[in-house]
């Protein structure tokens, strides 16, 4: 959607196995998102960042999980000691202060 | 917190007819409502949006009303084509970003 790249597209991790997916914005958009969106659900906010500050993680339902933008631009979402309740396509979006795209997302797989 | 309900969670209708997907929100601080159509492996594509303090907006076979005062807002979609088949969400922002969504409507075009 729009520009918004994430890798890998698809991710299968062993229970316990770190991991972390990436999320290449649309450039010159201050703001980034991740969403966690189960089978058959509808997205769930995780974490939001304007610029490289992270204004809300209300959203990460543990503290395994860890996200980052250093530079403003790209950012990563780590999982750690992944379980199977982990699994989920995970979203990414950048937009502007009115409009948010999405990218086509990263399949976790925990077995 | 937000809360959005979407109603219904299956739809199916004739090519040529129209298809209409209603949503409440709960927090009447909620400015902004975008709509998203999702395909099988792709992330949600933002079709159309609208603020607080417009009651109807237009783009083309798209439609979305809003009404305020109870807190629920349409899509609709006339003269319905096989490629409008997806999951549809609705969602509520408050103005910071952090977008709620419904839980989905798949909608069915059948030729």
């Known amino acids: 959607g729009a520009g918004v790249s994430q890798s890998p597209r698809y991710k299968v991790a062993k229970r316990g196995q770190d991991v972390a997916l990436r999320c290449d914005p649309i450039?010159?958009?201050?703001?980034l998102f991740w969403y966690q969106q189960a089978l058959g659900q509808g997205p769930e906010f995780l974490t939001y960042?304007?610029?490289?500050?992270?204004?809300?993680k209300s959203g990460l339902p543990s503290d395994r999980f860890f996200a980052e933008r250093p530079e403003g631009s790209v950012s990563t979402l780590k999982i750690q000691r992944t379980q199977q309740e982990d699994s989920a396509v995970y979203l990414c979006?950048?937009?502007?202060?009115?409009?948010?795209?999405f990218g086509p997302g990263t399949r976790l797989l925990v077995l | 917190g937000e809360n959005v309900e979407q109603h219904p969670s299956t739809l199916s209708v004739q090519e040529g007819d129209s298809a209409v997907i209603k949503c409440t929100y709960s927090?009447?601080?909620?400015?902004?409502f975008p709509w998203y159509k999702q395909e099988l492996g792709k992330g949600p594509q933002l079709i159309i949006d609208?603020?607080?303090?417009?009651g109807e907006k237009k783009d083309q076979r798209i439609a979305v009303t809003l009404n305020k005062t109870a807190k629920h807002f349409s899509l609709h979609i006339t003269e319905t084509q096989p490629e409008d088949s997806a999951v549809y969400f609705c969602?509520?922002?408050?103005?910071?970003?952090?977008?709620?969504f419904g839980t989905g409507t798949k909608l069915q075009v059948i030729p």
């Open positions: 979006g950048a937009g502007t202060q009115e409009t948010q795209y």
């Open positions: 450039s010159g958009h201050v703001s």
């Open positions: 960042f304007q610029n490289e500050a992270q204004l809300d």
């Open positions: 927090d009447s601080a909620s400015n902004y």
């Open positions: 609208i603020r607080s303090n417009v």
């Open positions: 969602a509520a922002d408050l103005g910071y970003q952090k977008v709620t």
